[in-house]
């Protein structure tokens, strides 16, 4: 078992010390749920209530945090304890699953596929033709790699994801469960003859560096030319990323919301979990999409939208408080 002491942590986090604790550092765990030798996290005013009742021996605190750790007990004082946290987890975090070795002997690789050095494959995993997966690549078993995608460095693809073909990802990218790259766009049109024609979807998935695709999630490749997702782009479980969407960098997506077809976002976007977007809509850099919302037209640059439809975020709450008002003044 990893353990360390309050000052070892501190080495890395280059905190502030308050308070001591002889007590050996074993986990982190949150406030409710710690025991005596976890560091947990205080992140907000909020949660200092939580504290004199829990068990852990250290916490991690933002630097507006005013209450004292106590007899044995001892805070890590941060600019941001979220970001510290994330560093105390990486110390504490288990080793990935093991490969016993690198290219498992049921995984199918395509002889015109190139594999670069220190590169593992997975048992049941298929690499097509033409393929290129570059160094130091992670694939879990059960993956499907189809024709003429490319791989970038240090990505990391999880057990039943699916990258078809002529879809492209860059370096450090992760990918998690049964997420599906490169999927056909949702086009049909009616004919009185045929009934709904699918029309054909020609294009692909082109995928920056350091972008994280969740479980469960489909990105749609382009009807004509590409689907794209920018450097750094977090995407959560089960979203839909509708054809030729372009996102710029650092954009994020929370659980269960949507894109339809063409939608462009700029760098550092923000959708909150279940709102969804219509097609052929333009959000600026800095927008953020409130939980829940629909939005039906372009957003500007830097503002926060709710509701749906979705208009500003003071807007919409103006309107819920007249709404709730005459409410209230009806049941008199």
């Given at each position: 078992m990893k353990s360390y002491s309050i000052q070892e942590i501190n080495e890395i986090l280059n905190g502030i010390i308050i308070g001591d604790t002889s007590i050996k550092i074993t986990a982190p765990e949150e406030l409710e749920?710690?025991?005596?030798?976890?560091?947990?996290?205080?992140?907000?005013?909020?949660?200092?209530?939580?504290?004199g009742n829990s068990k852990a021996c250290a916490a991690?605190?933002?630097?507006?945090?005013?209450?004292?750790?106590?007899?044995?007990?001892?805070?890590?004082?941060?600019?941001?304890a979220d970001l510290a946290m994330s560093k105390v987890l990486e110390l504490f975090a288990p080793p990935t699953p093991l490969f016993s070795i690198d290219i498992h002997q049921s995984a199918i690789i395509d002889k015109t596929a190139v594999i670069g050095n220190g590169t593992r494959i997975g048992a049941g995993s298929y690499v097509g033709p033409n393929v290129t997966i570059s160094e130091n690549v992670t694939i879990y078993p059960n993956v499907t790699i189809l024709d003429e995608c490319s791989i970038g460095k240090n990505t990391v693809i999880w057990p039943g994801a699916v990258v078809r073909e002529r879809c492209h990802m860059g370096n450090d990218c992760i990918i998690h469960p049964n997420a599906t790259i490169g999927a056909d766009g949702f086009g049909f049109r009616p004919d009185s003859q045929r009934g709904l024609v699918k029309i054909p979807q020609i294009g692909n998935v082109v995928l920056g560096n350091n972008v994280e695709i969740g479980a469960n999630t489909c990105v749609d490749?382009?009807?004509f030319s590409s689907t794209i997702l920018g450097d750094g782009c977090k995407i959560d479980n089960l979203i839909q990323?509708?054809?030729?969407?372009?996102?710029?960098?650092?954009?994020?997506?929370?659980?269960?919301?949507?894109?339809?077809?063409?939608?462009?976002?700029?760098?550092?976007v923000i959708i909150g979990g279940s709102a969804s977007i219509t097609d052929h809509v333009t959000i600026?850099?800095?927008?953020?999409?409130?939980?829940?919302?629909?939005?039906?037209?372009d957003i500007p640059a830097g503002k926060t939208m709710l509701g749906y439809p979705a208009v500003e975020a003071r807007d919409a709450l103006k309107q819920w408080a007249i709404l709730k008002r005459l409410v209230n003044e009806s049941k008199k």
């Open positions: 749920l710690a025991g005596v030798s976890d560091i947990s996290i205080i992140g907000h005013k909020k949660y200092e209530k939580f504290w991690i605190i933002n630097e507006d945090i005013s209450i004292e750790p106590g007899k044995n007990k001892a805070f890590i004082k941060v600019q941001n490749r382009g009807k990323i509708g054809h030729n969407s372009k996102l710029g960098r650092f954009c994020i997506m929370s659980g269960q919301s949507g894109l339809a077809g063409s939608v462009t976002l700029g760098n550092g600026g850099d800095g927008a953020i999409i409130g939980g829940g919302s629909g939005v039906t037209k």
